[in-house]
Antibody
Framework: QLQLQESGPGLVKPSETLSLTCTVSGGSISSSSYYWGWIRQPPGKGLEWIGSIYYSGSTYYNPSLKSRVTISVDTSKNQFSLKLSSVTAADTAVYYC???????????WGQGTLVTVSS | QSALTQPPSASGSPGQSVTISCTGTSSDVGGYNYVSWYQQHPGKAPKLMIYEVSKRPSGVPDRFSGSKSGNTASLTVSGLQAEDEADYYCSSYAGSNGFGGGTKLTVL
């Protein structure tokens, strides 16, 4: 059974860079059939797609966040990562990693991790 | 601001049916059959309930059904049960990966 697990600091200071890693188990991140993505959800609000990456390293970002987002993949560790720079309180959210098959919606999700931006 | 528009709330009594709408444009909902619906209980990750407008993943009860007309997609939950009370999000995965703002379904 495929599992995804987010990890990283739960507290980040304003203006700093948020860094999270998603570890994939029960399947290979190098499969040509899937994209791997990050989605976030501010407390009490809706879902926002941040970006996605293919195992080859090709990336696709939400235009509203593109200038601050970097997503990378480490196939040797079966992990992909998110970096969000110059964070503010508005970036406080539960961050999810998820798998998306080609021409299909996100089907497997991690449990999510709360990241709070505060000094 | 969400790319897809959903009503903030919906409700129904046990056993009844309720329909949640999701309005987009001809560039997303109306242009492709790539609409999905997620169910999210408090503190949990979203769960895929419908994909390609009307298809159900394995394990999703057939009480959940989807449809589309023009630029508006709909999720219908029939035979409402207490455990159906949750937030529901639509998504268009034809390029933009946008989500709707979410609809809180209350079972009265």
């Amino acid at each position: 059974q495929l599992q995804l697990q987010e990890s990283g600091p739960g507290l980040v200071k304003p203006s700093e860079t948020l860094s999270l890693t998603c570890t994939v188990s029960g399947g290979s991140i190098s499969s040509s059939s899937y994209y791997w993505g990050w989605i976030r959800q501010p407390p009490g609000k809706g879902l926002e797609w941040i970006g996605s990456i293919y195992y080859s390293g090709s990336t696709y970002y939400n235009p509203s966040l593109k200038s601050r987002v970097t997503i990378s993949v480490d196939t040797s560790k079966n992990q992909f990562s998110l970096k969000l720079s110059s964070v503010t309180a508005a970036d406080t959210a539960v961050y999810y990693c998820a798998r998306r098959p080609m021409v299909a919606p996100f089907d497997y999700w991690g449990q999510g991790t709360l990241v709070t931006v505060s000094s | 601001q969400s790319a897809l528009t959903q009503p903030p709330s919906a409700s129904g009594s046990p056993g009844q049916s309720v329909t949640i709408s999701c309005t987009g444009t001809s560039s997303d909902v109306g242009g492709y059959n790539y609409v999905s619906w997620y169910q999210q209980h408090p503190g949990k990750a979203p769960k895929l309930m419908i994909y390609e407008v009307s298809k159900r993943p394995s394990g999703v009860p057939d009480r959940f059904s989807g449809s589309k007309s023009g630029n508006t997609a709909s999720l219908t939950v029939s035979g409402l049960q207490a455990e159906d009370e949750a937030d529901y999000y639509c998504s268009s995965y034809a390029g933009s990966n946008g989500f709707g703002g979410g609809t809180k379904l209350t079972v009265l």
